[in-house]
């Protein structure tokens, strides 16, 4: 079991709301990632965040936007949600500069309707 | 763009047995790093095993093994005696930018069964 924790585990939402979801980070680690994974497919990169900043972004929208707080902890928000943002969003930890397994929390699976 | 193919969606293999799982990925960078992570139906993905590019010998942790052919551009997942406890899906997957920054790219997975 790793020391990434995601919340909530599960969420429910409707098309055009906002939604955030956080995850704390493994002790030690500096670095946060976000994933998308939808139903049956491999998750895709959405950003990172290392020291606070914003340390590379995949291919979403805008509308998909981050924090990282001094604690390394994290938040993902999503603004507008639309039906196709339904996935399961996973969150990894990991120390830059250090070529290590990125430690992943259980995820939050989040279903728009 | 760095792509990772898995092209096995599923596998079927009788408890004890050995079972090769294929990655083939495509990168035009000289340095780079390869993951391998297991996922249960709970979601979480779970790391299993590492290969860097510059590694001359195949990465091994306990029952895993990561057949690496540089040439040929793969990193098989060998996983020995089978366990129940291993059906899950099985994700091939590849660092792209920064050493450790873990900017990951998966493939699509394969999901293994284990029979009793």
């Known amino acids: 079991e790793t020391g990434v924790t995601q919340s909530p585990t599960h969420l429910i939402k409707t098309r055009g709301q906002q939604v955030t979801l956080r995850c704390s980070s493994q002790?030690?680690?500096?670095?946060v990632s976000w994933y998308q994974q939808a139903l049956g497919q491999g998750p895709q990169f959405i950003f990172q965040y290392y020291r606070e900043e914003e340390n590379g972004r995949g291919n979403f929208p805008p509308r998909f936007s981050g924090l990282q707080f001094p604690n390394y902890s994290s938040e993902l928000n999503v603004n507008a949600l639309e039906l196709d943002d339904s996935a399961l969003y996973l969150c990894?930890?990991?120390?830059?500069?250090?070529?290590?397994?990125?430690?992943f929390g259980q995820g939050t699976r989040l279903t728009v309707v | 763009a760095q792509k990772i193919t898995q092209t096995q969606p599923g596998m079927f293999v009788q408890e004890k047995e050995a079972v090769t799982l294929d990655c083939t990925y495509d990168?035009?960078?000289?340095?780079?790093?390869l993951f391998w992570y297991k996922q249960p139906s709970s979601g979480e993905m779970i790391f299993l095993i590492y290969q860097g590019s510059y590694d001359e010998q195949n990465a091994t942790e306990g029952r895993y093994s990561l057949n690496f052919q540089k040439a040929r551009k793969s990193a098989n997942l060998v996983i020995s005696a089978s366990q129940l406890g291993d059906s899950a899906m099985y994700f091939c997957?590849?660092?792209?930018?920064?050493?450790?920054?873990?900017?990951?790219?998966f493939g699509q997975g394969t999901r293994l069964t284990i029979n009793p």
């Open positions: 997957a590849m660092r792209e930018g920064q050493r450790g920054a873990q900017k990951l790219v």
């Open positions: 002790s030690g680690h500096n670095t």
């Open positions: 990168t035009s960078d000289q340095s780079y790093g």
């Open positions: 990894a930890s990991s120390s830059l500069g250090r070529e290590i397994g990125a430690f």
